[in-house]
């Protein structure tokens, strides 16, 4: 990596030490409210279990409801484009293929799961979630799991989004809101839950739509306009059968219609594409716990529809499922010693392709505060791949805090690898009778990872916190589409890399006003020295938030320079700003603007992004 970046990254960070803020290994990112230290908060999404966010050693990051909808943004991947080393890549306007990359990775070496539910999407072209589909209503807390050390998770998990919906509590409560804005934009949305002695349910609605915008740059003629609707349902239910077990249901279904530019008709290409998206997913799980161990049974389902028309005939439809059933347990072996271990086995299916394939996993994880303010954790997992073998990965880590007065001061580090087998459709385009050489010609392998972090936390007792992490990780033989002759998959044999610097910082100014930054510089490269198309050397977020009870306000300004995609991308800043007014405990009315001064640019070299959108909405809580 280069010195002069990482210089601009230093000075970056001490200059803008004075006002700014943002999420770390161990915050919300809505600093003006903190009152306790964010070092101590517990989160689940690195290990699978609750721990404090002081003793974890990997890079973690979290969000709450307060601040996604505090942003406003409809769609969840544009809230999380604003935390560090995230970057998202959209083909147009809203519902069009999305990739979400952590430290430049492609969105399918992500796992997301929402309320324990992975997401994926089976007939998928690579198997992961469909960040396009995914609204941010109803959503009440987000944990983001950065780097490639998703042990528990799967090998194939190189970074890790889990998202989390309310649990019920006490009488019924909940909260209606509408929203309209440009683009004849419209996002309805409403939740409710409650329990009783032994049984507590959430239940949750979203419904979006936008006529949307022109997405190709490319269409000179006949433009029209590429709308979108997307209609989300969740239910959360548990019932406490004894103090020791509990049994829970998730369901939901996310139901959506979109349309794109220049697929292929009968006269050559043509604007009239559409396409068509279901998914429900189904989890079923019951939690033992005794006075020194917690144990986890669960099975869960995906069922994902896709079909694509053109020109009002369907030109292509598939159906896939996803079946997991897992056992995790937690075992406290003394007051210092954590012991987590579990097995994982899962099946994809195309139905469409009558293709399948099950993958079975075992891991176990050890954690120990080993002497005071050091703590260390070593894992290892074993997977067999029906179609490619069986493979080892593990991870490794450790954190030790200095008080420094009042604040605390962490330097961490991890270290994980992993491997993703290609997907059943790679394999089966390049098969396929599409296929060409070279692709045709391809016997696809399996990918491996590994990569490492160094990172050092300066924690205030205040909440205020500072962090810079240093990242490398790198890819053997990655598998990507030929978009030269577009022939099929071909596999990029050698290493691919991303490295580079995380600079975050947050600070809660007063007890009103906290500002929030984060900068990330990754140098990206593939086998023959290039960098990776689509990703960033240089991106990052500063946000200022204002919160009184009564007004919330939000600005952020965003910025992405240097990245290419087949040609030099231009950079660009992006300015949204926001407004929550609370008329009454119940009633608050909301105002935000997007892309506030009209910026015109590209993520991805041949489509469009939105321009300047203005919304208004209200929010009514019972």
């Known amino acids: 990596m280069q010195h002069r970046p990482l210089a601009i990254a230093i000075s970056f960070a001490l200059a803008a030490s004075p006002t700014i803020a943002q999420t770390t290994d161990a915050t919300s990112t809505n600093p003006a409210n903190e009152t306790d230290s964010n070092l101590e908060r517990m989160v689940v999404v690195s290990s699978r279990v609750a721990m404090p966010i002081r003793e974890v050693a990997t890079s973690v990051s979290v969000m709450t409801r307060d601040e996604i909808e ?10 999380l484009r604003t935390q560090p080393s995230i970057t998202v890549t959209s083909n147009g306007s809203a519902g069009s293929t999305t990739s979400l990359r952590i430290r430049g990775e492609e969105g399918y070496r992500t796992q997301v799961r929402i309320d324990g539910v992975e997401v994926s999407d089976p007939t998928a072209t690579q198997v992961g979630p469909n960040f396009g589909q995914i609204q941010s209503s109803n959503i009440n807390r987000v944990e983001i799991l950065r780097g490639s050390q998703g042990l528990v998770y799967g090998a194939d998990a190189g970074g890790v989004i889990n998202i989390e919906t309310a649990n019920g509590v006490g009488a019924p409560s909940g909260q209606v809101s509408a929203e309209y804005g440009r683009y004849n934009a419209t996002n309805l949305a409403a939740d409710v839950g409650g ?39 969740h239910t959360r239910l548990g019932y406490q059968v004894n103090e020791q077990v509990k049994l829970n249901f998730v369901a939901r279904n996310t ?128 997977d067999d791949n029906e179609d490619f073998g069986e493979h080892t990965s593990y991870r490794l880590s450790s954190a030790y805090i200095w008080a420094v007065g009042n604040n605390e001061l962490k330097l961490r580090g991890a270290y994980g690898t992993g491997f993703r087998a290609p997907s059943l459709s790679e394999i089966a385009y390049n098969t396929g009778p599409f296929s060409y050489a070279p692709a045709s010609e391809v016997d696809l ?110 600005a952020s300004l965003r910025s992405s320079h240097d990245s290419v995609d087949g040609v030099e991308l231009e950079g660009y800043e992006v300015v949204d700003v926001s407004a929550r007014y609370s008329v009454n405990k119940n009633l608050s009315l909301s105002a935000r603007l997007e892309n506030a001064f009209d910026a015109n640019y590209q993520d991805i070299a041949t489509y469009n992004t939105s321009g300047a959108a203005g919304y208004i909405g209200a929010q009514y809580q019972f």
Not at 464 to 471: D, L
Not at 523 to 529: K, W
């Open 195 to 233: 329990s009783s002695d032994k049984f507590d349910y959430y239940l949750a609605a979203s419904d979006f739509s936008t006529d949307g915008f022109n997405s190709r740059v490319t269409t000179l003629e006949n433009q029209d306009d590429d709308g979108y609707d997307n209609t989300t349902l």
């Open 255 to 382: 139901n959506a219609e979109g349309e794109y530019d220049s697929c292929f008709g009968a006269a050559g290409s043509t604007n009239d594409c559409e396409n068509e998206f279901d998914q429900t997913d189904l989890r079923v799980s019951a939690n033992y716990s005794t006075n020194t161990s917690e144990h986890q049974f669960s099975l869960a389902k995906s069922f994902i529809e896709r079909e694509f028309i053109t020109e009002g005939l369907s030109s292509f439809d598939t159906k896939g499922t996803v079946e997991r059933a897992e056992y995790l347990g937690s075992t406290e072996l003394n007051q210092s010693a954590n012991l987590v271990y579990g097995i994982d086995w899962k099946q994809e299916k195309v139905t469409s392709d009558d293709d399948s394939r099950t993958q079975r996993g075992y891991y176990l994880e050890y954690q120990s505060e080993v002497k005071s303010n050091l703590f260390v954790t070593a894992g290892v997992r074993h």
């Open 445 to 554: 392998k399996e990918e491996t990872t590994k990569g490492y972090e160094i990172g050092l936390t300066y924690a205030l007792a205040s909440g205020s916190q500072f962090e810079i992490t240093y990242f490398d990780q790198k890819i053997e033989d990655s598998i990507y589409f030929d978009l030269a002759t577009f022939s099929g998959y071909l596999q990029d044999l050698g290493e691919s890399t991303s490295e580079g610097i995380e600079l975050i910082a947050d600070i809660a100014i007063t007890d009103t006003i906290g500002v929030s930054a984060n900068y990330t510089y990754n140098d990206t490269e593939d086998t023959a020295g290039d960098q990776r198309r689509r990703r960033p050397r240089n991106s990052g977020s500063i946000s200022v938030f204002y919160d009184n009870n009564t007004w919330k306000l939000a």
């Open 70 to 79: 505090t942003r406003g943004y409809a769609n969840l991947a544009d809230v």
